[in-house]
Every structure is written in C-alpha cells, then in structure tokens.
C-alpha cells in the first residue's frame, strides 16, 4: 500500500452544491496529481500541483480548482455539481512533478 | 492532445499461461508510459514502467516493451496467477508524468481461469 490517503471516503452531493476532497501525499512528495474515473473507464487527468503551484491542467471547466498547502497535502474543490460529475476521484503523490505516481484509495462522489 | 487505445477489452486465460496487453498512443513527444493494475473497489497499482529512452524492461513475471517508431507498448505477464485477475491500464506522458499528466487507455480485464 502507498502512504497516500484521501478523505472522505464516500460523498453524496446534490447537483447544484459545491464539494471539496482532501489528499495527504506520501512522506518526501512534493507533487500531486488528480484524476477522475468514471465507472468502467480509465482516469483522466483534472490537474498537478507542483510545490504549491498549479504544474498542468487537463481539459475539465473552471469549476474544478485545486490548492497544495506547505505540508504538499492538496484540495480538490468542484463547484456547481452536475450528474456526470458522478465519478471515483483519485490523487496520486510523486517524488517530484516527472516521477512515478502512486495512487491514493479515491473518493466516491455521487451527485444526485 | 495524446490519445491512448488499449487492447483487448477482456482477455481470459488460462493459469500458468502468459498474457499480453497492447497499446498504442498518438503523441510522438510521449516519453513515460506506466501500467497499473486495479482490483475491484481499489486504488490504481503502479506495477511497472518504461521511458523511452529503453526498448524494454522486466520485473519478475512482467515486463513491458515499447516500440517507438510504431507508437506502441505492451504489457506481457507470464506463468499467471489467479492474483493477477483485475484490469489492467496502460498510460502515456509527453512530460515523464508532469505538467500533462498521464494519459489512460481504457482498461483491459485480465480474467484468470483456474
């Protein structure tokens, strides 16, 4: 197992409504990815942070933002739900911003 | 941007038997390409990787071998196990896995049949 850990485990949100998931990083990683997975299919990619600052962003709307604190723990805040932000949302912790990435256990969001 | 297919869908085979799992990607500049594995309600396992700066790459049962001039790699599992049962996902980066992060192929199901 990684030492990377997410909370809330699960969460059940209204469309409409605002969520924030928590990730605490392994110990000595400075990098932190997120990622979205939809049932039955592979992550993709929401964005990085590199030492408290946004690295890279993948193709998802303003409504997903993010925030890395001194610790390299991370946020991941989404505003006005929609359904099909239903999905199990993943971190992943890296030695730095190109190293391997190691996943976290993934927050299921269900947006009703 | 990059995009990644990953074949086949499902994949069964017998234990004792080899696997194999092939992707292909679109973005010639991709550099990194992991796989992982994820088991039913867990998190994605990274199990092995290459850069392409290397043709191929083993760990024990596993290894990977990247084709760079045909854009494509492969995840070859031998003497299976009923633990290797899970799906398995190829993933690319034009970045080592930085600032675009890595993209996914889709999944294939590994079924091991005792």
């Known amino acids: 197992e990684t030492g990377v850990t997410q909370s809330p485990t699960h969460l059940i949100k209204t469309r409409g409504q605002q969520v924030t998931l928590r990730c605490s990083s392994q110990s000595g990683h400075n990098t932190v990815s997120w990622y979205q997975q939809a049932l039955g299919q592979g992550p993709q990619f929401i964005f990085q942070y590199y030492r408290e600052e946004e690295n890279g962003r993948g193709n998802f709307p303003p409504r997903f933002s993010g925030l890395q604190f001194p610790n390299y723990s991370s946020e991941l805040n989404v505003n006005a739900l929609e359904l099909d932000d239903s999905a199990l949302y993943l971190c992943?912790?890296?030695?730095?911003?190109?190293?391997?990435?190691?996943f976290g256990p993934g927050t299921r969001l269900t947006v009703t | 941007g990059e995009n990644v297919e990953q074949h086949p869908s499902t994949l069964s085979v017998q234990e004792g038997d080899s696997a194999v799992i092939k992707c292909t990607y679109s973005d010639s500049a991709s550099n990194y390409f992991p796989w992982y594995k994820q088991e039913l309600g867990k998190r994605p396992q990274l199990i092995i990787d290459?850069?392409?700066?290397?043709g191929e790459k083993k760990d024990q049962r596993i290894a990977v071998t990247l084709n760079k001039t045909a854009k494509h790699f492969s995840l070859h599992i031998t003497e299976t196990q009923p633990e290797d049962s899970a799906v398995y996902f190829c993933a690319a980066s034009r970045s080592g896995g930085g600032a675009d992060g890595l993209t996914f192929g889709k999944g294939t199901h590994l079924i091991i049949q005792p």
């Open positions: 290459i850069r392409s700066n290397v």
């Open positions: 992943a912790s890296s030695l730095g911003s190109q190293d391997e990435q190691y």
